[in-house]
DNA sequence: GTCTATACTTGGATAGAC
DNA sequence: GTCTATCCAAGTATAGAC
């Protein structure tokens, strides 16, 4: 007969892996205080923890950190996959991106993305860490533009990659802008005017309609 | 009468003035070595003086590199005038555009932006100083737009606000991506894809053609 | 105005007890 | 696996001589 375990937040403990729980304060506290505030102490006060765990279990912050930014890359990944891959028309996937956006924003992914992009130029050694982790969204909206181009007469004429490299450059300019300036009226605004214009596009480039 | 001054390197230290090369050097830093690199020491060793001036000078690291990003932001500022207020065609804009970019990836001016906004990241009382710094751009790109765009028969649908803050975001995240990917290609692929799409859009949006 | 020397702080990282 | 205690490096900033 098994013996019944630990109930509560220690089960929650015992479950999760001290692991995960020193990722999820990494991330917590990006989001609340930022990168260059975001030290092994730092993030041992937020998860209450001892600070020594950081280095026993991820050998250095870095490699921390690059952990926290898969952990909510997958988290973002996948809720972007399920609302975009049942969508191939072009005003239907200019509203999905701008909710996303919406959530991302309340929900400080954007925050914790920026500052990870940032905090490469602050620790060179992250750089080619953070690049290979922008590459699945390049790649992904990529697919998304095709889907959606494939019904429009112009799409042969733009290339796929060029232009997911520019929503992409776009989406983190702004995220940047937004999160630069703590003014999210700007990207608010662009994305309700892609809102009214992507429909315009459609009709005026929609193949055979 | 006037006694002659000293002359060369040290006559050129007098008349530029030691804010000058702590200003430069401070430039230089973060071209070479990036903004986490560039310490008040690191900055002294580049320019060959003594770490107190800085503080001497400027008070603090951070007042010289808004000091910094000052300077580098009027060069650069002049540069897209001289360039962008003698055009008002859509395919000339996008050429100019094309032209500076490259101009800016090879002097390095791109990179002391990109590390200045990622610095704002790590050292947060930065980030209203540079957000700042950022308005004029896109009001300088607005008035650009609005120039392009009366030319065009959709001029007036398009939110000239908008359509700047996306291309400022446009232009800084791909600077971004370029510089945390350190590969200019995809970048340089937008460029040349922008600068056969724009003859299109023109002959296909003149107004009255 | 510019230098040397140094006080002070913060944070990464490890040793060793438990 | 987790804790306490500590070492060490790097950097800001200042005091005071020149």
New interface residues.
Partial sequence: MAKSGPTGAVARSIREGTRSRIVEAAVQTIKER???ATSARAIAATGGFNQALVFYHFGSVNDLLIAALDHTSELRMARYRAAIDSVDSMPELLAVASEAYQEDLAGGHIKVL??M????????EL?PA??AR?QPW?TFTEDAVIRVMARSSVGP???S??LA??I???????A??T????DPA??E??FR?GAK?GP?LELVTLRGA
């Fill in positions: 930022g990168f260059a920026a500052e992009i940032a905090g490469a130029s602050a620790m060179p750089g953070i690049a922008m390049i004429l733009v290339p990659r060029d490299f520019a992409v450059s776009l989406y983190l300019g702004a940047m802008l999160h630069l300036t703590e700007p990207a605004s662009l005017t214009v315009l």
